[in-house]
């Protein structure tokens, strides 16, 4: 009896060493996130390559650069992400987790909502010179809104509309601007055709049913996962499935379409764009030294363009040639300087005009 009381209470004494062992290490990695997290709040990297040709003052784009790392996202209903309250020197982040517009009319005459992506939201540039601060620029008696989040897709951009306009807020003029999201992210094979970036996260916390391995190995696992990840991009079902590809590009569409009614629906007009990507045209990119893979962007864009052509949708509005010039705008594969949200910005004031 004691020889067997001896072995249980070896098993046990082994089992209870094992399961401190790995809460231990669980811990450990908690704290190596964290305190990443903190470290990159206190002295935050630049990922951004600080290129002299096309942000030649260096000391402000490291500035942008600085407080972008700082911000931090917030649950949106629908939307699924937006960003904390932030005033720094270059970026402002409103109460509703929107970038400030420098100027806001009193009595406007117009009200104009702009979605999109990072681009549209301004990385790389301070809230000045964002296309849609540097549209407000030409009209200063408008009120302009910028709705855009990074890494938003089109499906998100309309989700964001129907809260706007199911809540009655003025709108005369709605602006999508869509094409480097939607193909890099929709063609991924962990992302449905109607997901986001985070749809993997969201499934993981929904999803989750038990409690102990969490507790037991969720840390570890999801440090564990950002090493193996770290610097690779999940495969894509675009470039050797065409059907696919095709759906991503009537996705998209489909999505504008949408949106048109909803703006007719509020009596707005709608414009669609199709946004330049340095890996399509013929920019100044030589000095780029980011590897970047465009062969989703190759796949989906003249597949949106034949839909365009096909179904006659004059308010989609292709910009993929804008930046055809000598003048140095990209700082990587889609985000611009203020020149080229400048040239962005005059375009549409011009669409506009003519309509």
């Known amino acids: 009896m004691s020889k067997k009381k001896g072995i249980r209470s070896l098993v046990l004494t082994n089992l209870f060493v094992l399961l401190i062992l790995i809460w231990s290490t669980n811990l450990l990695s908690s704290l190596i996130m964290d305190g990443i997290y903190l470290y990159k709040q206190w002295d935050p990297p630049v990922s951004q390559p600080l290129y002299r040709e096309s942000l030649p003052d260096q000391d402000y784009a490291h500035t942008v650069f600085q407080e972008l790392r700082l911000l931090t996202k917030r649950y949106i209903p629908y939307v699924e992400w937006g960003r904390l309250p932030f005033s720094g020197e270059t970026i402002t982040i409103d109460e509703t987790g929107e970038r400030v517009q420098p100027l806001s009319p009193n009595n406007p005459t117009k009200h104009v909502h702009f979605f999109g992506g990072s681009t549209m939201w301004g990385t790389g540039v301070d809230d000045r010179n964002t296309i849609p601060s540097l549209f407000n620029q030409l009209h200063p008696d408008y009120k302009v809104y910028n709705h855009a989040q990074s890494g938003f897709v089109s499906r998100q951009e309309l989700a964001g509309l129907i809260n706007l306009a199911n809540q009655h807020h003025p709108m005369q003029v709605i602006v999508f601007y869509d094409g480097c999201n939607d193909p890099l992210t929709l063609c991924r094979t962990d992302v449905s055709i109607n997901g986001h970036r985070e749809e993997s996260k969201f499934v993981q916390k929904l999803e989750r049913t038990w409690e102990t391995p969490e507790a037991l190995f969720g840390s570890t696992q999801t440090l564990v996962q950002k090493i193996i990840k770290k610097g690779k991009r999940p495969q894509s079902r675009c470039q050797d499935n065409p059907a696919y590809a095709e759906q991503v590009a009537a996705t998209m569409v489909n999505n504008w379409k949408l949106a048109r009614q909803i703006a007719k629906f509020r009596g707005a007009e709608f414009l669609a764009i199709l946004q330049p990507v340095a890996s399509i045209g013929k920019p100044s990119i030589d000095y780029l030294t980011e590897e970047f893979d465009g062969s989703d962007w190759a796949a989906v864009y003249p597949l949106v363009l034949q839909i365009k052509e096909h179904e006659q949708l004059d308010w ?40």
Do not use: P
């Open 316 to 355: 989609i509005h292709d910009f993929t040639k804008i930046f055809d010039v000598k003048e140095f705008v990209y700082i990587d594969s889609c985000h611009v300087n203020s020149l080229g949200n400048q040239m962005v910005a005059e375009q549409l004031d011009r669409i506009l005009h003519a309509s």
